[in-house]
């Protein structure tokens, strides 16, 4: 084989294997890393805020209709 594929190989292959082991071991997620939330977290927080807002709601639909 030629000497330079296989530097060419052998160098992608280091690469392949630098970013899964980085990817593998870094502390955190991608999104964490990105200030971005799951799909999870985005609910639960929904799910807490919502019967916040709802009593929020209920109380502007009062004070419209005393008006």
């Known amino acids: 084989m030629d000497p330079f594929t ?15 082991l980085i990817g593998r071991y870094y502390p955190g997620s991608g999104l964490e890393q990105l200030g971005l939330r799951s799909a999870r977290e985005l609910t639960e927080r929904r799910e807490e805020l919502e019967p916040r807002v709802q009593s929020e709601l209920r109380e502007l639909r009062e004070q419209r209709s005393e008006h």
């Open 6 to 20: 296989l530097v060419v190989v052998g160098g992608l292959a280091v690469l392949v294997l630098a970013f899964w």
